[in-house]
């Protein structure tokens, strides 16, 4: 007999997520403390004194006190239980009455398929999708789509990482091994660190608004991140002094043109030493406009991570551009997915994608061996039907507001 559960505890919530094959961060409870402009409870389904269904849910007060709710990446549960499915949402319907609420919109965390970019028309979707579609269609959920485009939902449908694996780089493509070892030969260092860098941080992701021209998150918010998420936060950024390299190149150049000078050269060593100057010239080159800003150690690349069981995510990157010849991010990849690996994590998620698959963000973690993760997409569960439509129009607005 299932029972539906009021105020679960978030320890409780938590262990069962864990343990769940749709364990998602974003079903963590420590989510509540980070979306701190919304309301939440936790609520589920028990049976036989055991949770089989629970769920973060998060409140947004609308005008005229009405509320929308949202489950990120949630209800966790047994979709192809077509009891449980039914059970549940018909409970929470009823629960969200007491609120006042229009509808509630949840994208839970199925993957319907997994692939290579290259392969994205040979991988069939899972057999059982239309079961699970069905399942909560039954219980009054409204599937809004096999949608493409990242802007038409919360959560991205379409996401990339990688999986565990004993030797990464191996999978990598070649040019990436190149540019890790460029990072390296120009002393790019990549090191994690705790809170008192979120301003070093915040700095570099403000450089990335600005060039990109979109607006991300504030210091505050990276801050309540590490502060929530604690030992599971994971700081990395990439530092160099770029003089060190300038030197190394210039005490080069020099030698090549006193070795040049040789009388007793072969043609092959002339060849060898006329390539290697041209490809340093070009590099002092590039060189010269960074030493004219930066004449010590700077940095120049960072990312934020969060881990919840098995899975982390990287949930922010951002990288000073003048030094976008050094490869950080290529070297600071290999970093972080060793260091979480070796943490116990089993999969890095690099975030999400168009559902194109021909953009330039799925090209460029498509060189890391990355899978693309296609999941189910956004359900609504209208609760007043009579104003679903209202429900609808004020969600749009809100959207528009950024949730």
Not at 217 to 238: G, I, P
Not at 265 to 287: G, H, M, P, Y
Not at 377 to 388: A, I, K, R, S, T
Request: proline share 3%; hydrophobic share 35%; glycine share 6%.
């Amino acid at each position: 007999m299932f029972i539906f559960r009021e105020n679960i505890e978030p320890k409780e919530h938590d262990e069962f997520v864990k343990n769940h094959p749709l364990c998602a961060l974003l079903q963590s409870s420590s989510w509540a403390s980070v979306k701190d402009n919304w309301d939440h409870v936790i609520v589920g389904v028990e049976e036989e004194g055991h949770l089989v269904g629970s769920s973060l849910v998060l409140i947004k007060r609308l005008p005229w006190s009405l509320t929308m709710m949202y489950i990120p990446r949630g209800p966790i549960m047994d979709y192809e239980n077509k009891k449980l499915v039914a059970f549940y949402l018909d409970s929470l319907k009823k629960w969200a009455k007491k609120y006042h609420c229009l509808f509630i919109k949840f994208d839970p965390g199925i993957r319907i398929r997994e692939f290579l970019v290259k392969d994205k028309d040979k991988i069939p979707y899972q057999d059982n999708v239309q079961t699970i579609i069905q399942n909560i269609e039954y219980g009054g959920g409204r599937h809004l789509g096999f949608t493409i485009d990242m802007m038409d939902t919360i959560q991205p449908r379409f996401q990339m990482g990688v999986h565990k694996c004993e030797d990464f780089s191996k999978y990598v493509q070649k040019d990436v091994r190149k540019s890790k070892n460029a990072a390296l030969r120009k002393h790019v260092e990549v090191k994690r660190y705790g809170i008192e860098m979120v301003d070093v941080f915040s700095d570099l992701m403000h450089q990335t608004e600005v060039r990109k021209g979109v607006a991300l998150r504030n210091r505050d918010y990276f801050k309540k991140l590490m502060e929530v998420y604690q030992d599971h936060a994971y700081l990395f950024l990439c530092s160099v002094d770029p003089t060190i390299r300038g030197n190394e190149v210039k005490m080069r150049l020099q030698e090549i043109e006193n070795e040049l000078k040789q009388d007793d050269l072969s043609l092959n060593q002339i060849d060898r030493l006329e390539i290697e100057r041209k490809n340093l010239a070009e590099e002092w080159k590039s060189l010269e406009e960074v030493l004219q800003k930066y004449d010590s150690t700077t940095y120049i690349a960072g990312a934020l991570m969060i881990g919840f069981g098995n899975t982390v995510e990287m949930l922010y990157a951002g990288m000073n551009e003048d030094f976008k010849s050094f490869k950080p991010q290529f070297l600071s990849h290999f970093i972080r997915f060793q260091y979480v690996f070796e943490q116990g994590y089993e999969y890095a998620c690099m975030g999400g994608v168009e559902g194109t698959l021909d953009d330039g963000l799925t090209g460029y973690k498509s060189k890391f061996n990355a899978l693309v993760s296609e999941y189910i997409g956004e359900f609504d569960l209208p609760v007043n039907h009579l104003l679903y439509r209202l429900s609808r129009m004020a969600y749009t607005i809100r959207k528009k507001r950024k949730l």
